[in-house]
C-alpha cells in the first residue's frame, strides 16, 4: 500500500506557472506508474498525465501538451506536475494516482485545488 499527499495547488493568473508535487510513502515506489488526474466542478474526472514505473515513458491529454509536464524520482518517492502557460480552463481539483506495476492496484491522494483566474 502507498499514500500520496499532493502539495503545489494555489491560484494563478492566466498563462502563469504552478508546479503540484506528489509525495509518496509506504512502498516500494519504483514498482509503480503514476498520474494525475484532475476534475472540474460538474464534469468527469479526467487523465492529464502519465509516468511509467522507471520514469522513462510519458503521456498527456491533448489538452495540456506542450504546457504540462510530467516527472517521476524514484530516489525522493516523488512525482511532480510542472504546469505552464495556464488557463482558466485547467481549474480543478488534481490529483495524483499511483498503480502497481503487478496487481495494478490503485491509490489516491487527497486532491489539490487549481485555479487560473485574473
Known amino acids: 500500500q502507498v499514500q500520496l499527499v499532493e502539495s503545489g495547488g494555489g491560484l494563478v493568473q492566466p498563462g502563469g506557472s504552478l508546479r503540484l508535487s506528489c509525495a509518496a510513502s509506504g512502498s516500494t515506489f519504483r514498482l509503480y506508474s503514476m498520474r494525475w488526474y484532475r476534475q472540474a466542478p460538474g464534469r468527469e474526472r479526467e487523465l492529464v498525465a502519465f509516468?511509467?514505473?522507471?520514469?522513462?515513458?510519458?503521456d498527456y491529454v491533448e489538452s495540456v501538451k506542450g504546457r504540462f509536464t510530467i516527472s517521476k524520482n524514484n530516489v525522493k518517492d516523488t512525482v511532480s506536475l510542472q504546469m505552464n502557460s495556464l488557463k482558466p480552463e485547467d481549474t480543478a481539483v488534481y490529483y495524483c494516482n499511483a498503480r502497481h506495476s503487478i496487481t495494478h492496484y490503485s491509490y489516491w491522494g487527497q486532491g489539490t485545488q487549481v485555479t487560473v483566474s485574473s
Open positions: 509516468v511509467s514505473s522507471d520514469g522513462g515513458s510519458t
